[in-house]
């Protein structure tokens, strides 16, 4: 069956930013912010609209290949996300500093990954090659290869320039941040280019203050999947998690009999239900045993951080809620909700019991992988106690172990017709009554009347209550 996980190449863009902001130690917005800024900078120094684009779409893959090294940070710095927000932000101690001198090999990291990222999705070459030296410096004293002036791309200095007097005039006011930027004329980037930004600062802030008002997503669509696979280069051991997960629930959503618009929305929600997790420090996710508090709690908002900022990203919106409730669990033991029953619908639950299945699959830096007898067991165990929905659990074990046929069961069970279970399993998956009537072909009022059937029949006022006794019951 053919897999539709494309999305509009500007979602993908603003959520590979969003993810490096966070993996930076910044504001989800800051390479927003830095995009408007370098575009105003072009315009100002008399580019034109190929420029201006390419300046956009550098600054916001700029920490693209920022999850490729976060290793290498935390081994540098101890804290990935803290160290490399101090280095941005011009406060790094004395240790940070000698730190800095051995970040060239980590530079070389990132910026391959990030030029591979811009290939990936065919933009210009313009883009690729200032990815790709995005480090370098004006005066030679850049990373990774050294280069200097004229042999760096324009579009480095007008992102480095604009991402400077973003972050610097943020964390220590723009008068100190201008006059740093000052100082590194002819050194970091050309000092024409420095003193056309001194100027026209002070204006281009209060306008950032203005929200940009983006039109709908159009034109060429990319695959998730490049999200996905950036987001797991966060840590060794999960590279290639997103891809298994979407998989996975794809097979487990179609055992379970859901329409395929809502199991294709759950892959994408599976690709990237991990995009809060660049704002936790490996040091906290490499921990072996019980976290600290401080530490449990830097993790519980991961979920969070997915959520706000897909809730931004117009074609991720509806994939970044679902994706919002990957940890919740049926006890309200999960987070960062702690909701439990009936608030959690058949595609929570499904997506949770994936992710589980999975964890317990892989090897981790602390434990070797479960076998699939042990986490079979384990995850059956974990549905006994109340925390995961046993019918999501078998329908992700029995993917797991190849099977593709939807799982037996009686239409309605004997207490539900079979229109009514039919209908109950589309509400169940949050469609509205007018979008079961155009799927069934029959109208909203018919609907209505099954729908009122099905409530009186279970005894249930609400549709997320229906749909809880129903699958208690197996009816759908």
């Known amino acids: 069956m053919q897999v539709n996980d494309a999305v509009a190449l500007e979602d993908a863009m603003l959520a590979l930013a969003m993810v490096g902001d966070l993996s930076m130690g910044q504001p989800i917005d800051q390479s927003r912010r830095t995009a408007r800024l370098a575009q105003w900078l072009v315009q100002a120094s008399g580019g034109d609209q190929a420029q201006e684009n390419a300046a956009r779409q550098v600054a916001l893959l700029r920490w693209s290949g920022c999850t490729a090294n976060a290793d290498g940070f935390m081994r540098l710095f101890g804290d990935d996300v803290g160290g490399r927000r101090d280095m941005l932000a011009h406060t790094l101690d004395?240790?940070?500093?000698?730190?800095?001198?051995?970040?060239?090999?980590?530079?070389?990291?990132?910026?391959?990954?990030?030029?591979?990222?811009?290939?990936?999705?065919?933009?210009?070459?313009?883009?690729?090659?200032?990815?790709?030296?995005?480090?370098?410096?004006?005066?030679?004293?850049?990373?990774?290869?050294?280069?200097?002036?004229?042999?760096i791309p324009d579009v480095v200095y007008h992102v480095v320039l604009a991402g400077d007097l973003e972050i610097l005039s943020r964390v220590h006011g723009l008068e100190a941040a201008l006059q740093w930027i000052g100082s590194q004329g002819d050194?970091?980037?050309?000092?024409?280019?420095?003193?056309?930004?001194?100027?026209?600062?002070?204006?281009?802030?209060?306008?950032?203050?203005?929200?940009?008002?983006?039109?709908?997503?159009?034109?060429?669509?990319?695959?998730?999947?490049?999200?996905?696979d950036v987001i797991d280069l966060k840590l060794s051991w999960l590279a290639g998690y997103s891809r298994q997960a979407a998989s996975l629930v794809r097979d487990a959503g179609r055992l379970l009999g859901l329409p395929e618009p809502r199991i294709e929305l759950l892959a994408k929600a599976a690709l990237i239900h991990g995009m809060g997790r660049a704002a936790v420090p490996n040091r906290i996710w490499s921990t072996p045993g019980p976290l600290l508090e401080g530490d449990l709690e830097s993790v519980r908002?991961?979920?969070?951080?997915?959520?706000?900022?897909?809730?931004?990203?117009?074609?991720?919106?509806?994939?970044?809620?679902?994706?919002?409730?990957?940890?919740?669990?049926?006890?309200?033991?999960?987070?960062?909700?702690?909701?439990?029953?009936?608030?959690?619908?058949?595609?929570?639950?499904?997506?949770?019991?994936?992710?589980?299945?999975?964890?317990?699959?892989?090897?981790?830096?602390?434990?070797?992988?479960?076998?699939?007898?042990?986490?079979?067991?384990?995850?059956?165990?974990?549905?006994?106690?109340?925390?995961?929905?046993?019918?999501?659990?078998?329908?992700?074990?029995?993917?797991?172990?190849?099977?593709?046929?939807?799982l037996p069961s009686k239409p309605g069970n004997g207490l539900l017709s079979e229109r009514e279970a039919e209908i109950l399993q589309r509400i169940s998956t949050g469609a509205s009554n007018k979008e079961v009537a155009r799927d069934l072909g029959i109208s909203p009022s018919t609907v209505r009347t099954h729908v009122e059937s099905v409530f009186r029949k279970l005894q249930c006022s609400t549709r997320a209550a229906a749909t809880l006794k129903a699958l208690t019951l197996g009816v759908i």
Do not use: K, N
Request: hydrophobic share 45%.
């Open 187 to 228: 050194r970091r980037y050309p000092a024409a280019l420095a003193d056309l930004l001194i100027r026209h600062a002070a204006d281009w802030l209060e306008a950032l203050r203005t929200p940009e008002v983006m039109p709908p997503a159009a034109g060429a669509e990319v695959s998730l999947t490049l999200v996905g």
């Open 301 to 406: 908002l991961v979920p969070y951080w997915t959520h706000r900022a897909c809730s931004q990203i117009g074609g991720l919106h509806e994939a970044g809620q679902l994706a919002a409730h990957a940890y919740e669990r049926l006890d309200g033991s999960g987070y960062f909700r702690s909701l439990s029953g009936d608030a959690l619908s058949a595609e929570h639950r499904l997506l949770s019991a994936t992710l589980a299945w999975l964890a317990l699959r892989g090897e981790r830096p602390w434990r070797a992988a479960f076998s699939d007898e042990q986490a079979a067991r384990l995850l059956q165990a974990e549905a006994e106690q109340g925390r995961f929905d046993p019918r999501a659990c078998q329908a992700v074990i029995s993917a797991a172990h190849g099977e593709q046929a939807p």
């Open 94 to 151: 004395a240790a940070g500093q000698r730190a800095m001198l051995r970040t060239t090999p980590l530079a070389q990291v990132h910026c391959e990954v990030a030029g591979e990222v811009a290939r990936t999705l065919a933009l210009p070459a313009a883009v690729e090659m200032g990815l790709r030296h995005i480090f370098e410096c004006f005066d030679g004293s850049g990373r990774p290869q050294g280069l200097r002036h004229p042999d």
